[in-house]
Each structure stands twice: as structure tokens, then as C-alpha cells.
């Protein structure tokens, strides 16, 4: 038994017989168009906007003032999140704008 096979012998091995078939044309035969048939574009459709029917919201108490050891007022900010961290920065940069001293009270869940 002969172990050397040389690339061709270890392709047919593996692959097979590799025939190619090519498609013989036939330079007499004319092609003929079938009826052209004209289609209308069809409108893009609209995506419908699926109305989300639970909205995630957190509520954020503060007590905000502009004096030291002063009148402070209760805020309350709403956020659009689920993340409590993310609505207490939110809500604390919120105030910042307009209120030197900002405390955090409460974050709950509506």
C-alpha cells in the first residue's frame, strides 16, 4: 500500500470527482420577453407606535434652600427611570440650577 499521495489523489479522496458543468448556450434561440407588467410602488407602512400602557417613574423629595442653616423648602422631582441613583442625580442637578443647598429626602416608587 502506498502511503505518499500526491494533492490530487488526496482531493478526489476528500472531495470527490470534481466535474464542472458548464451550461452549453445556444447562440440560435432568441429570448423572448414575457408581457411587461408595470407595478405601482408600494407606500412605505407606517410603523404604529406601540403606547407603553406602564411608564417606570420614581419620585424625588428634596430640601433645597439658598441660606445656610435657613429656610429650606420641600421639592418634588419626577423621573422617567428605574434606576434610583439615576433619578437622585437627576433631580439633584435639577435643583443645583436654582438652589445653592440641595438635601435629599426620599426616592419611591409611584
Not at 434652600?65 to 423648602?73: A, Q, T
Not at 427611570?81 to 442637578?93: G, M, R, V
Amino acid at each position: 500500500m502506498n502511503t505518499e499521495l500526491t494533492e490530487e489523489e488526496m482531493r478526489r479522496a476528500l472531495f470527490g470527482e470534481s466535474e464542472l458543468h458548464v451550461p452549453v448556450i445556444n447562440p440560435h434561440v432568441q429570448d423572448t420577453i414575457a408581457d411587461v407588467v408595470t407595478v405601482q410602488p408600494v407606500s412605505a407602512a407606517k410603523k404604529k407606535r406601540v403606547s407603553n400602557a406602564f411608564t417606570p417613574r420614581l419620585r424625588v423629595t428634596l430640601r433645597v434652600g439658598n441660606e445656610f442653616e435657613g429656610k429650606m423648602h420641600e421639592v418634588v422631582h419626577v423621573a422617567d427611570t428605574l434606576s434610583y441613583l439615576f433619578a437622585e442625580q437627576e433631580a439633584t442637578k435639577l435643583a443645583r440650577k436654582k438652589f445653592r443647598f440641595v438635601e435629599v429626602i426620599s426616592v419611591k416608587s409611584m
